[in-house]
């Protein structure tokens, strides 16, 4: 059973920064293409950054310039550096993985934006 473990939210003020990590425990994490998604309430799951096994990162409009996903094979864990973060980032923040015949969902941690 694959398990996604999220940390590193909270509360901060615009303009702060906030680190999350997602802690994937299977052996074969370089496989498994990663993603970090949010969800405001009233709102639908959007998502925000991915990083594939090879390849490019890609980011949602809205982050770019701000926030940085990255990825550690070795400590199998992913993360997402967010800076100058403003109170539209208020969300809950989810970790996905994905593999070809499998996908896996954290269960969030919430990122709060706000003085």
């Known amino acids: 059973q694959v398990q996604l473990v999220e940390s590193g939210g909270g509360l901060v003020q615009p303009g702060g920064s906030l680190r999350l990590s997602c802690a994937v425990s299977?052996?074969?994490?370089?496989?498994?293409?990663m993603a970090w998604y949010r969800q405001a309430p009233g709102k639908q799951r959007e998502l925000v950054a991915s990083?594939?096994?090879?390849?490019?990162?890609t980011y949602t409009d809205s982050v770019k310039g701000r926030f940085t996903i990255s990825r550690d094979n070795a400590e199998n864990t992913m993360y997402l550096q967010m800076n100058s973060l403003k109170p539209e980032d208020t969300a809950v923040y989810y970790c996905n993985a994905r593999a070809a015949l499998s996908e896996h969902w954290g269960q969030g941690t919430q990122v709060t934006v706000s003085s």
């Open positions: 299977v052996s074969i994490f370089r496989l498994y293409s």
């Open positions: 990083i594939p096994t090879r390849g490019t990162t």
